[in-house]
């Protein structure tokens, strides 16, 4: 009877499920929104709506939009920009990890949030802060996540191309980068996803424009719709970098499930 369920359940596309699931979302949140409790906390479906053409219209959200994409992108870029060698060193000389790694296990615990006032002084209140706040939650999570990629290729593989003659420069471009890609693109959305999530703190440093800026003014005007909508826009982007992580994984990794 479960085989029979399952098999029904899977001939259903996906696009179906999605759309159900979205129908499902929207009931729930109508039924919160008119709620004695919720219509103090959440507004409802049609006020956001509302609130979307009113800022649109007015183009305040456009740039609001703008300024955190910038700040979302400059930190997660130079996160993995730098990130990446520094992973790599880190699982290939070990002189270099033991110095280096009881530190990034140290700062990882911080939460990035407690960095903002040394931020704020050593950097000021202008886009530089927030962009270094982005930085260090994005930088962390990936040279954690490819230290732990390169750290698992296959020894087999590194020993018979040692035996086949291959120099180290051939190991690395050749094994050690192919067989680390996956976890580096698992890194770029975690790190895509730590950075999203750490945009309102990076906001609190004196911003004027930006999503995390714009609900928390609404939060503090009590402007329901408008701080729904800008939590509902955070998430729309943080799938729209998800999809984009997971075309880029089909694309370079599909190799894998092929070999497989």
């Not at 886009?127 to 962390?140: C, D, T």
Request: include cysteine.
């Amino acid at each position: 009877m479960n085989r029979k369920k399952e098999a029904l359940v899977n001939k259903v596309p996906k696009q179906i499920w999605m759309l159900l699931s979205f129908l499902l979302a929207i009931v729930l949140w109508i039924l919160i929104s008119y709620s004695a409790k919720g219509s103090s906390v959440f507004a409802t479906p049609i006020e956001v709506i509302g609130a979307l053409l009113r800022k649109g219209k007015d183009g305040t959200l456009w740039g609001h939009i703008g300024v955190s994409l910038f700040r979302v992108l400059a930190g997660f870029g130079l996160a993995f920009v730098i990130s990446i060698p520094v992973a790599f060193l880190m699982a290939w000389y070990e002189v270099f990890r033991r110095l280096v790694e009881p530190w990034i296990q140290f700062i990882r615990n911080i939460p990035p949030l407690a960095y903002i006032p040394l931020i704020i002084l050593a950097a000021g209140v202008g886009e530089k802060s927030k962009v270094i706040v982005i930085f260090i939650a994005a930088f962390l999570t990936l040279v954690v996540t490819v230290y732990q990629g390169v750290c698992n290729v296959d020894q087999t593989l590194i020993k018979a191309a040692r035996i086949l003659g291959a120099t180290d420069k051939d190991i690395f471009f050749k094994i050690i980068i192919p067989a680390s890609t996956p976890f580096i693109l698992v890194g770029t959305r975690l790190g895509l996803s730590a950075s999203l999530t750490t945009l309102i703190a990076a906001e609190l440093t004196g911003a004027t424009k930006g999503l995390g800026m714009m609900t928390r003014q609404a939060s503090s005007l009590f402007e329901l719709d408008v701080m729904l909508l800008g939590i509902i826009l955070i998430g729309i982007i943080g799938i729209l970098f998800e999809k984009v992580v997971r075309f880029l994984e089909r694309e370079l990794t599909g190799w894998q499930e092929k070999a497989q």
